[in-house]
């Protein structure tokens, strides 16, 4: 069982950052492949980005260059560093872990409340 904490969304403008964090419990949190997802206004849960227990990370077209995943395993911590901010970008952010890596939300088992992005014009 893991129960997982999402923190650092907020209001920014456009072109700014943002490190969103997700702390997770458990002790086999390094086991585990945490993904970030994000739902938009009307919109279907969408992927974002995911890393790997070995640190693969892969990531949407959407965000890739703009946006960076990584973990501390030793802080049992997956993290979203988000730059270039774009208005689209404006979701609710959504960690989540698996035991097996994938871009699919519906193969996670584990999720977190959420965090509420907003990034203005």
């Known amino acids: 069982q893991v129960h997982l904490v999402e923190s650092g969304g907020g209001l920014v403008q456009a072109g700014g950052s943002l490190r969103l964090s997700c702390a997770a419990s458990g002790r086999t949190f390094r086991s585990y492949n945490m993904g970030w997802f994000r739902r938009a206004p009307g919109k279907e849960r969408e992927f974002v980005a995911a890393i790997s227990w070995s640190r693969t990370t892969s990531y949407a077209d959407s965000v890739k260059g703009r946006f960076t995943i990584s973990r501390d395993n030793d802080k049992n911590t997956v993290y979203l560093q988000m730059n270039s901010l774009k208005p689209e970008d404006t979701a609710v952010y959504y960690c989540?872990?698996?035991?097996?890596?994938?871009?699919?939300?519906?193969?996670?088992?584990?999720w977190g409340q959420g965090t509420q992005v907003t990034v203005s014009s």
């Open positions: 989540a872990a698996d035991d097996k890596p994938s871009v699919d939300p519906d193969t996670y088992d584990y």
